[in-house]
T-cell receptor
Framework: DTGVSQDPRHKITKRGQNVTFRCDPISEHNRLYWYRQTLGQGPEFLTY????????KSRLLSDRFSAERPKGSFSTLEIQRTEQGDSAMYLC?????????????FGSGTRLTVV | DQQVKQNSPSLSVQEGRISILNCDYTNSMFDYFLWYKKYPAEGPTFLISISSIKDKNEDGRFTVFLNKSAKHLSLHIVPSQPGDSAVYFC?????????????FGKGTRLSVIA
């Protein structure tokens, strides 16, 4: 197993364009999380899935953001009509769900730059 | 409102000495705490965790101490090595089963000087 994979590693887009990121979790992990990190801040929770069900979304998450996890495998995060404030590192993580003390496994992230 | 606070943005320590990274939290419902390490251009990597029924947990050179009454935890690294230079994040959760996602602090950048 190669861990959590995220694609692309970097994305530069013009303001107003839509972007989509992909995350492939560790295969036996049933939970998948999306976080966002900006410079000087810690990871900020966006949303998470247990299998294919989206169980929680951050109240801070704009309607322009949507995430899916079809068939409980990989996940996609789409941002519509991007804004400069969306520029950040988008981190995906996965876990085997029932013991928080084992931690999440994070991918290397997708760095989004909106120009 | 920051529920998990790491008030020291950076810390420099000599190689071989002890590094102490601090974390405070405001939400009394938090019972589970984790530390992560992050190198540039990589995702955070899980280091060590502790639940509120314990006040100490050790794993090799890393020890986490929890003072629940003070809502404070700390990560001790002994002895510090240059490879420990990274950003360290404290994270907290209310749920043993992870039903509530981890809440992270802003991180502390540790520099270990040879």
């Amino acid at each position: 197993d190669t861990g959590v994979s995220q694609d692309p590693r970097h994305k530069i887009t013009k303001r107003g364009q839509n972007v989509t990121f992909r995350c492939d979790p560790i295969s036996e992990h049933n939970r998948l999380y999306w976080y966002r990190q900006t410079l000087g801040q810690g990871p900020e929770f966006l949303t998470y899935f247990q299998n294919e069900a989206q169980l929680e979304k951050s109240r801070l998450l704009s309607d322009r953001f949507s995430a899916e996890r079809p068939k409980g495998s990989f996940s996609t995060l789409e941002i519509q009509r991007t804004e400069q404030g969306d520029s950040a590192m988008y981190l995906c993580a996965s876990s085997w769900g029932d013991r928080v003390l084992d931690g999440y496994t994070f991918g290397s992230g997708t760095r989004l730059t909106v120009v | 409102d920051q529920q998990v606070k790491q008030n020291s943005p950076s810390l420099s320590v000599q190689e071989g000495r002890i590094s102490i990274l601090n974390c405070d939290y405001t939400n009394s419902m938090f019972d589970y705490f984790l530390w992560y390490k992050k190198y540039p251009a990589e995702g955070p990597t899980f280091l060590i965790s502790i639940s509120s029924i314990k006040d100490k947990n050790e794993d090799g050179r890393f020890t986490v101490f929890l003072n629940k009454s003070a809502k404070h935890l700390s990560l001790h690294i002994v002895p510090s090595q240059p490879g420990d230079s990274a950003v360290y994040f404290c994270a907290a959760s209310q749920s043993f089963s992870g039903n509530t996602p981890l809440v992270f602090g802003k991180g502390t950048r540790l520099s270990v000087i040879a």
